[in-house]
């Protein structure tokens, strides 16, 4: 069977390769495009790659065509978006769609995008939240006798890092010279 010919007007706005990415990203298949457009397979996925379209597989188009899958990913993705602080780009590669279909799925589960501020306000708080946390932690073994070097060994990373850490928390330190448990003192003979 042949496809039909294709409209009067060859570069209407359905078959210029953004029109077609547009359609492919609502969720239409290359098959449904070909049909819709009158253009041929080929030339259909030149127009795709041409528009730079990120390509499905045909589980993925599925999945994001059955009404109940497609909500719980978008409810999914909210969640990883609001209570994670995730981007739309790590949506988009958690939920296997392009970053403008992640954010169509963001915008159907009631979620509300933000701006690149928002998101690193929200990244440097919860990286400052972590760090305080490490910081309380290394004070505790500090203070129960492991040195400096030794957490930094533990931890992975620098001495004046670790001593950096120590200072936010607030440790008092030990005198220099003298790390570790109190020593005993030797008996001469």
């Given amino acids: 069977m042949t496809p039909q010919p294709p409209p009067a007007d060859a570069e209407s ?8 990415r547009e359609k492919y990203e609502l969720g239409a298949t290359v098959a449904e495009l070909v049909a819709t457009s009158g253009l041929s397979y080929g030339t259909v996925l030149n127009r795709l790659h041409e528009a730079e379209t990120v390509m499905r597989t045909s589980w993925q188009t599925r999945r994001l065509r059955d009404g109940q899958a497609r909500r719980n990913l978008a409810a999914r993705l909210r969640r990883l978006y609001e209570q994670q602080g995730a981007t739309l780009a790590e949506l988009a590669v958690a939920g296997s769609v392009t970053r403008r279909a992640a954010k169509r ?5 009631g ?22 946390r490490l910081a309380m932690s290394l004070r505790a073994r500090y203070e129960a006798g492991a040195t400096v070097p030794d957490l930094a060994a533990e931890c992975s990373y620098s001495v004046g890092t670790v001593y950096r850490l120590l200072h936010q928390a607030g440790t008092r330190m030990r005198p220099k010279h003298n790390h570790g448990p109190a020593r005993t003192s030797r008996k001469r003979s």
């Avoid at 706005?13 to 077609?20: D, F, I, R, Y």
């Fill in 105 to 109: 799925l963001l915008i159907e589960a």
């Fill in 13 to 20: 706005e359905s078959v210029t390769p953004q029109g077609l």
């Fill in 111 to 132: 979620g509300t995008p933000r701006t690149t501020q928002q998101t690193l306000r929200i990244r440097s708080a919860a990286s400052a939240a972590r760090r305080k």
